[in-house]
């Protein structure tokens, strides 16, 4: 095991190399390692944003830019009580397979349109207790709405249009594999809330608050059951939620067997030899059957290499396999080529493989913008490679 020397030695050689790509920014690191009992205890990875350290100018466009990888955000009509100037404050902690946060802000629109769903291939569920505030949103033909206290769900597979009137919600993001499992026909409760009245969705609500409260606390094996228990009480409290008449019957065939491709690519992602053809006969149809099937999430080539590439970053990022090289990780997950895998990564998240090893070592920054009208607006946007991770 290394030194605490020597990790700090590589965080800040790491710094230094963000520094220099990203001169006009101060990035600090918050919180990294910290050194107990002669050990070394890593806190949960931490993501914050906040529009407090801009312009008033430059707030909305940084928030929307930030947004973007889930949502379209659009100005909407002041709510009663909301400033003129605009604010919005995200701060995130990932407990392994899942990411807590808490967002505030104040009223604006969140589209996620089922173009924008087929084009970012997020495969996820979000779950949202609104602590202040309430949203409207329309899903399919139903317009619904929620307030205070109220526990929303929405699959990111399919579109929603959302006006959230001066807000301040709790959302914790979940992959559907995970989910399904226990919950197979999830896509079903898009939209829906959580019974207000039931004691298991009271205790989850407790149980989101308390973990998001405490979460710089946790070790990582600490929020890794933290997050366990959660799961088991979302389980629990979405087990007594009752579908309106227009959802019942849904997902159909075509959804399941859609689900059922997925989990099978993601199951065999490996195997270098795994091909549309290949697929196609494993489940008895046609290739163009399969391309229409998977189309909402791109196609069956994009999927696959969406899916090959986040295995690879979190791996790259995992120091389990820090003795791994770059090229094996690669080959692991059904890359035949160095070059190719480098360039996809690359194009994917906008640094090499190399560079995201040397990131892994720092868990938080904090960026603050130059607050000149003409500056240009970029977020800290770790968070993102985190959705992504999940999502895909």
């Known amino acids: 095991m290394q030194s605490v020397d020597a990790l700090y030695a590589q965080i800040g050689a790491a710094h230094a190399k963000a520094a220099h790509y990203i001169p006009s920014f101060r990035i600090e690191i918050l919180c990294i390692i910290t050194q107990k009992n002669h050990g070394i205890v890593t806190t949960l990875p931490h993501s914050l944003f906040t529009t407090d350290v801009l312009g008033e100018r430059e707030r909305f466009a940084a928030w929307r830019e930030d947004m973007s990888v889930i949502f379209d955000v659009e100005k909407a009509p002041l709510a009663k009580g909301d400033d003129d100037a605009f604010f919005a404050t995200f701060e995130l902690y990932h407990f392994g397979r899942s990411v807590l946060g808490g967002l505030s802000s104040s009223t604006a629109r969140y589209i996620r349109s089922q173009r924008k769903a087929t084009r970012d291939g997020l495969d996820a569920i979000l779950i949202q207790l609104f602590l202040e505030g309430g949203v409207q949103f329309g899903v399919g033909q139903r317009t619904t709405y929620a307030e205070a206290g109220d526990i929303v769900v929405f699959d990111l597979a399919q579109p929603v249009d959302n006006i959230n009137s001066k807000f301040r919600h709790l959302t914790t993001m979940w992959p559907r594999d995970v989910i399904e499992e226990a919950i197979p026909n999830i896509a079903s409760w898009h939209g829906l809330s959580l019974p207000r009245g039931s004691p298991v969705t009271q205790l989850l609500k407790q149980h989101m608050v308390a973990s998001f409260d405490l979460a710089d606390r946790f070790s990582l094996t600490e929020g890794q059951r933290v997050e366990d228990a959660m799961l088991t009480l979302i389980s629990a409290a979405m087990a007594g939620l009752q579908m309106p008449e227009e959802s019942a019957g849904t997902p159909a065939m075509k959804e399941l067997l859609a689900y059922q491709i997925k989990r099978y690519i993601r199951q065999n992602l490996g195997l270098s030899d795994l091909s549309p053809d290949q697929i196609a006969r494993h489940f008895g149809i046609s290739r163009r059957q399969l391309y229409h099937l998977l189309e909402p999430v791109g196609g069956v080539s994009k999927y696959q290499l969406n899916l090959r590439l986040q295995r690879c ?19 692991r997950w059904g890359f035949k080529h160095a070059a190719t895998f480098s360039r996809n990564f690359k194009v994917a998240f906008g640094m090499t493989p190399k560079e995201a090893r040397a990131q892994a070592f720092i868990s938080t920054l904090s960026v603050s913008f130059p607050a000149t009208e003409n500056s240009k607006i970029q977020a800290a946007r770790e968070h993102h490679q985190w959705f992504h991770a999940i999502g895909i």
């Open 313 to 331: 970053l979190n791996e790259i990022q995992n120091s389990e396999f820090a003795h791994k090289t770059l090229s094996e990780i690669a080959y």
